[in-house]
Nanobody
Framework: QVQLVESGGGLVQAGGSLRLSCAAS????????MAWFRQAPGKERESVAV???????TYADSVKGRFTISGDNAKNTVYLQMNSLKPEDTAVYYC??????????????????WGRGTQVTVSS
């Protein structure tokens, strides 16, 4: 199995940028479909970006053009570059790994391993 640890969250003004990191250990992240989810207070956890096992990338409409998911095999780390941040991006961001290698897993129950999350707060 894989262990995931997120970092890089913080407080940023609207329009700013942050880069989140998800360090994987135990197994290489390339063995999985990887994703970033977020959960705001009182809301359900939602998928924002998926790095498919095939290498393809998929984004939620709300972040398309602003967020970029990527992976560094040498560092066994997945990143989420977030630009043009908005107050509505405020949430706890989670890294997740799925053993599914077909389709585009988008829901929480399709993911097998989770990090503990990192808080992102965007002030207006």
């Amino acid at each position: 199995q894989v262990q995931l640890v997120e970092s890089g969250g913080g407080l940023v003004q609207a329009g700013g940028s942050l880069r989140l990191s998800c360090a994987a250990s135990g197994r290489t992240f390339s063995s999985y479909t990887m994703a970033w989810f977020r959960q705001a207070p009182g809301k359900e956890r939602e998928s924002v970006a998926v790095l498919r096992w095939s290498g393809g990338k998929t984004y939620a409409d709300s972040v398309k053009g602003r967020f970029t998911i990527s992976g560094d095999n040498a560092k066994n780390t997945v990143y989420l570059q977030m630009n043009s941040l908005k107050p509505e991006d405020t949430a706890v961001y989670y890294c997740a790994a799925s053993r599914l290698r077909t389709g585009i897993p988008r829901t929480s129950n399709e993911y097998d391993y989770w990090g503990r999350g990192t808080q992102v707060t965007v002030s207006s």
